[in-house]
Each structure stands twice: as C-alpha cells, then as structure tokens.
C-alpha cells in the first residue's frame, strides 16, 4: 500500500471534525510537513478560524516520530485531548494502519498527592501532621472541598485538577497536592504504585504525541533533569505567550513569609543552634524588608547583601544538620522533612543566586498593598529576581536536537517575524552559519476579509495620554462609542486603575448599559454574561487582551484606551531596554514597542471570530496615528480599514448595531413562531 499524502490525510482529519478545508490550513500543514522532514525550525502565523491544530497535528502523525505539543492556556490543552486528537487519530487510523496514543502531562503538582489525601498535611508549627479533613469545619468552603476531594479520589482515573469539577480554591488544593520538591518518590512513598503523577509520567513515555503547558516545558529545559520523554519534534502552540512563560519559571522570588515558614517547617528537624541560626537571618530578612528599598536594585544595598549571606549559609546549615538528625517522635517524619527542605532549599537557592550577582540578572523589590478582594495579590513585599534575557536559553535547549515548530495568530510583528524571532533567541530569517538554527518564517493568512469585516478607528482628535493623567476627553469619546455601538463593547484598559475608574464614571452615565470588571467576578463567568447579553460591556486589563473568544453580536466594538507599552518603572522591560541600548540597539523599539505590538495584535483579534463578525477596534490613543513607531505597531495588527474619522465611525458602529437588533428581532419571532407551533 502506498503512503497516504498529506491532501488526503488533511481531508480525513477536516471531515472529521466537522470542520471546512481552508488555503492558509493546507499552506500551513505543507509548511510544517516541510520543517519536520527537514529537520528544520518553522515560525507560522496563522489567523484565527485557519483551524491551526490539524495544520500541524496531521503532518506530525503522518510523520510517525514522538511530537509534544505545548500550549499556553488549558482550554487549548482540553480542546486537543478531548477534540481534536481523538477526532483525527480515528481519521487518520485507516490511511496510517496505526492508532497513535496520545497522552497529557503536566506538572506534579496538578495532580491529587494520595499521600498528603490519607496520610494528612505537614503542619508548620508542630512536630508532625495533621489531618485536614477533621481540621477543617465540614460546613466551611474548605471543608466542603476537602470532602468532595475525597469522595473524588476514588472516582477519579486521572487525578488532575483540571478534572475536577466544579473547581476547589488553591488553598484546598494545597492541601491533597506536592510539588516535585515536596514529593518523597515513588520509590520511598507507600502510595507509589497508584501515584496520579507517576501514571501520567508512563502515559506520557508510550505516548506518541504528549500534550503540555509551556511551564513545562520550560522546566524540561532550565532544570536540567527530563521531565518531558525524548522527541523529535516539538510544536508550540499559543507561542506568543512562550518567552513570558520561561521568563515566569526562570525567576525566584523571597518574602518574609516564605522565609518564616520555612523557619517553622524546620525548626522542630533540626539541632537547637542551626534553629536558631535561621531564626535570627529570618528576622534580619524582615526588617529590612519592611524599609522603602528602591525599585530595581542594579546594586544590592550593603545591609541587604549581609542579610542575603547570612540566610543563604544558615539554609546551608539547615539542610545540612536536617539529613543528619532524625526524629522519630514526628509522624511520617519522611513527610515532615521532604517539605521541610523543600521550603528551605528554595529559600536558600533564591538568596544564593541573588548574592552571586549574575550580570544578567535583574533583581527588584516590590511592595504590594492591599487592594480588596480575592483577586488581587495580598499585601506584603517581595525580593524578586530573573533573566534580562531567556533568549539564549531558548536557543540552547529549544533549537538542538529536534525540530521546532512555534505557531500562534500573532508572531508577525510590524511586517516581519523577526523581532519575535530574536525574543527566542533566534538570529534575522536567513542568517547562514554552523551554530546558527536555521528558521523560516510563514503566514499562512486568515479565512477572514478584515477589510470587509472590521475598522481600525484611532481618535486623533485626543490629547496624548499622560501617566495616571487625568483623560476625561478619553472617557467623553468611549461614553459615545458605546452609546453608538448599543453596548456590544470590550474595554482593553492599559491598568486595573483605569479599567476600574471607567467602569465606575460609564456606569453613572450610560447606566442603561451593564459594565461588567474584571475582578468582580471569575473570569469564566464575565465572559459568559458579556456574551449573553447584546447590551453588556466588559471592561478589563491584560487577562481580557487575549483571552476572551465571543463571537457574534455581542462583541461589535473592542476599545483600547491607550497604547500598552510597559510601565515606565517596570524594573525587568527597564532593565532589558537598557542593555539592548547598551548594545547599539533601539531599545524602545526592540522591548517596549514590541510588548505593545503583540497585546494590540492580540487585543485587536478579540474583534473577528467568526465569518459573519462586524464591528470597529477603536484605539483612544492619537499617537498611533501620530507618532513614528505607530505605523509599526499598526502594521502588527488585522488590516482593518483604517480611520480617524469619528463621524464615520458613529455611523458604521450605528448601522452594525442597528442590523445585529433587526437579526435578534428576527431570531425572537421565530423562536416564538416555533413555540406556537410547538
């Protein structure tokens, strides 16, 4: 029998899933079949709607060597393990005559502990565990939770939290999960033989494609030790999200309450001297914690230096004297001690580095202020430290040994892949030599007219933003907007503050139009009430750049109330714009005007989900029509047709919303002609 073509193969898979052949999808899968037969690397932008899983996933499968596939967000995770890949592999089985398994894996901690469910929790301020389910008042929302948890472990096939349902706070989870630190091993620990992590792991090794999280896959490559089973190729999906996730695996983080509890989590281990030895660095620690320290520290102050040191040799002390002393008064002392030198190690490893004072590193210091509500981060400070740059990491440990495709709607930015492109570590498209990854980049376009579908209105006739600047003229035009628009609106703020202070000033003008914020609700739910109702706007900050999928009439008009660029005391973006000066560069254009580019390219997708999808980005900003750096910037994004003109755009945002309620009133009668006939 003669091997399948990759047409065919495609064909199977569309059909499959329901789905329509698409050019930039064909073009996309002939690309990535390319790369991998190559041994090659592949940047694809491909739009939304060009169905990108099965553009790449049936070139892998045809291909027959392991792939992973790593994601940024678990919706596309889910969306490939319970759609697409049972879809395309039941397609594909009689042309390939082989059933490729797939599997998913994911970080230890994701995955119920059975240890920590039966065993109890290690408690901080006593010599052994406690029991969590008796701890807590089963009337209380923990307690509720830690019952059903443990009604679900004997259900469960998987262990992952992502399949429980309805979800369970982080505190309750903390109580039935580990991390790897935390973990004893499957070796040493009586439930290892049923371990819902060490499943995954032997899923993973038989798998032929294995679906991640790009914190994963980031620490398959910082820490050294595999996580991830070998593989030829990898693709990365939602890649525009890759360097800020290693960025977040690569930074460490110290605060006076992680030192304190890992303080008491050693305290009852350990001989009296080394105690008292982290005691007294802890207190040292947390005063000068409490002081108004700069933001980033390109020098560490002298005191603080001398704190640092004295907590990074007592932690060496205490990890020291814990493997030498043994109690067996401590139930499951095994336990104890794993989590007790898990806390202290990490405290150590983070004091360490920052002492050392690596030249690309950048180290600040934060003070977070209590803000009200669950959603925000708690009050307290932070001493935080991370790479200026993950791009030669990425290239070291991405680009070797395999061949790597990364794919996102957003990579090209201002007309070519490059910038993104150098954020990986990669060297400009075409650059020959030895050590050089040799890279294409290609896009495959959109199944959308954008011209035809959306406008790209920029409000030249505004005063140019300044920082926490009073914008009432800002505010005077989105009140218009929205009134032209009949609600329909998603409002993309630069800042919490500004999202929070619209919403209050809209909801007293136009109160005939529900303001839903961020952060009043769960994500999840905002969402499915703005999409409910025509009417509703949602206002927000960067989770709703580029998370938010509403197609249809309920997202008509997406807003913008300014440029993204990063705060101008952004201790890490400051610090990386410096040294890309320092070396000859455009520092502004290189990181600061390339973060904008890919929040607008991303915010701006918001507007086009589907085909018959109508309405207007508008940007209350004058300088991307004004300044140098904003043909760049609109170059990034969809090629709406383009206007200043505020009449015009009352005008079309008037006629869309006047359609969208004729086709809602239709859709009404019908609905009651059918009851009537029912």
Request: aromatic letters at 4%.
């Amino acid at each position: 029998m003669t091997k399948p073509s990759l047409p065919e193969l495609l064909h199977a898979a569309v059909t499959a899933v329901g789905g329509t052949e698409r050019p930039g999808q064909v073009a996309m899968a002939e690309a990535v079949e390319e790369a991998i037969d190559g041994g090659s690397h592949l940047l694809v932008q491909a739009g939304t709607g060009t169905g990108k899983s099965l553009g790449y996933l049936v070139p892998a499968l045809a291909h027959g060597e392991r792939v992973v596939v790593a994601t940024a967000t678990l919706a596309l995770q889910r969306q490939l393990v319970e759609r697409d890949l049972p879809r395309t592999v039941d397609a594909l089985h009689p042309l390939l005559r082989r059933r490729p398994e797939f599997a998913m894996l994911k970080g230890r901690s994701n995955y119920l502990c059975l240890h920590r469910l039966h065993e109890g929790v290690p408690q901080d301020e006593e010599d052994g565990l406690f029991d969590q389910f008796e701890a807590a008042a089963p009337t209380s929302r923990l307690g509720q939770d830690l019952l059903r948890m443990r009604d679900w472990a004997d259900e469960t096939e998987t262990g992952d939290r992502d399949d429980l349902t309805p979800g369970v706070s982080d505190r309750a989870w903390a109580q039935v999960s580990v991390s790897s630190r935390e973990c004893l091993g499957a070796s040493k620990c009586a439930y290892g033989a049923e371990c819902f992590a060490e499943s995954a792991r032997e899923r993973a090794k038989l798998a032929e494609v294995v679906v991640t999280n790009h914190a994963l896959l980031a620490i398959d490559a910082i820490e050294g030790a595999p996580v991830l089973p070998q593989h030829g190729v990898l693709i990365v999906d939602e890649a525009h999200e890759l360097v800020s996730r290693v960025t977040g695996v690569a930074t460490g983080e110290l605060t006076p309450g992680q030192v304190n509890r890992a303080v008491r989590r050693a305290a009852k281990l350990v001989n009296e001297k080394a105690a008292d030895q982290l005691q007294t660095a802890a207190e040292g620690f947390e005063r000068l914690m409490e002081l108004a320290l700069p933001g980033r520290l390109e020098e560490i102050p002298e005191d603080l230096g001398y704190a640092l040191m004295a907590l990074r040799d007592a932690c060496r002390t205490v990890v020291s004297a814990i493997g030498t002393t043994r109690d067996k008064s401590v139930q499951d002392e095994d336990a104890v001690r794993k989590q007790a030198l898990a806390s202290v190690e990490s405290v150590h490893d983070v004091a360490e580095r920052i002492t050392n004072g690596s030249e690309w590193d950048v180290v600040w210091y934060e003070r977070h202020e209590p803000r009200g509500g669950s959603a925000y981060r708690p009050s307290g400070a932070s001493l935080r430290v991370a790479p200026m740059s993950v791009s030669g990491l990425l290239r070291e440990k991405l680009f070797t040994e395999r061949s790597v495709v990364l794919t996102s709607a957003t990579l090209k930015l201002g007309g070519d892949f490059n910038g993104v492109g150098a954020s990986l570590g990669l060297a400009p498209e075409a650059t020959e030599g030895d050590d050089v990854p040799q890279w294409k980049g290609v896009d495959v376009g959109s199944p959308f007219d954008y011209r035809k579908q959306g406008i790209l209105y920029v409000a030249k006739h505004l005063a140019r933003p300044a920082r926490d600047g009073d914008r009432g003229d800002m505010l005077d035009e989105l009140t218009e907007l929205i009134q032209a628009a009949g609600g329909r609106t998603l409002g993309l703020f630069s800042s919490m503050r500004a999202a929070q202070l619209a919403a209050e000033e809209l909801r007293s003008r136009i109160p005939e139009y529900p303001i839903l914020l961020q952060g009043e609700e769960t994500l999840g739910e905002l969402i499915k009430n703005f999409a409910a109702d025509p009417r509703t706007c949602l206002f927000g900050t960067l989770s709703l750049w580029q998370g938010v999928d509403v197609p249809g009439p309920s997202c008509q008009l997406v807003v913008m109330d300014k440029i993204p660029f990063p705060r101008p005391d952004d201790p890490l973006m400051s610090a990386r714009q410096k040294a890309v000066e320092e070396a000859g560069g455009n520092g502004f254009m290189a990181v600061a005007a390339t973060h904008a580019a890919l929040l607008m390219a991303q915010g701006a997708g918001r507007l086009v989900r589907a085909s018959g999808d109508r309405g207007v980005v508008a940007v209350l900003d004058q300088r991307l029509a004004t300044a140098r750096y904003g043909s760049y910037l609109k170059a990034s994004l969809p090629d709406f047709w383009f206007t200043t003109d505020r009449n015009q755009v009352r005008k079309s945002l008037a006629a869309i919303d006047a359609k969208a309620r004729q086709t809602e009133g239709a859709e009404q009668v019908e609905g009651a002609e059918q009851v009537e006939g029912d």
